[in-house]
């Protein structure tokens, strides 16, 4: 095999390992219900289809890679140059683990929300830090404890 079949092959695996393991995962936050805590539940559909879009992608880098192990290159009657993988070196490699960074930081296992957290410790945020009344405002019935301003005009 010629050393830019291998490279070629090696790309096309590559390709095809992060979008089974996109797609893998995506399937697995469908089936375990956890799939309401990254999307909107009018998206849930839309992200089924995604899932068997990137099966069919994957699969089918998979097949054009076993197809030139065996030496019948499917993409060599195209000379659009569109299907190499164009230099072959680190920078590719790292824009590949790029990929993969999302997909192991979605492995790590649950530790709950941030919301939940809050909660668990006995933290109360009512709107994003904004307070539930002025406070300058006493409470009706109550008298304030502070003395008024000397900029105020009572």
Not at 47 to 58: E, Q, R, V
Not at 98 to 117: C, H, R
Request: hydrophobic fraction near 40%; glycine fraction near 10%.
């Amino acid at each position: 095999m010629q050393p830019e079949y291998r490279t070629k092959v090696l790309h096309q695996l590559a390709r095809a390992f992060i979008m089974g393991l996109f797609a893998l995962y995506m399937t697995g936050l469908a089936k375990t219900d956890s799939l309401h805590q990254f999307v909107a539940s009018g998206a849930f559909a839309g992200i089924k289809l995604s899932a068997i879009a990137l099966y069919a992608m994957a699969l089918c880098q998979l097949y054009a890679a076993i197809a030139l192990l065996q030496g019948n290159d499917i993409q060599a009657d195209c000379d659009c140059g569109a299907h190499s993988p164009g230099k072959t070196g680190p920078l590719q490699w790292a824009m590949y683990a790029l990929f993969l960074l999302p997909l192991l930081l979605g492995m790590l296992p649950d530790q709950g929300s941030p919301a939940d957290w809050q909660q668990e410790k006995g933290i109360h945020d009512h709107g994003g830090g904004q307070p539930l009344s002025s406070p300058s405002a006493p409470v009706s019935g109550e008298k304030s404890a502070l003395p008024p301003s000397p900029h105020s005009r009572s």
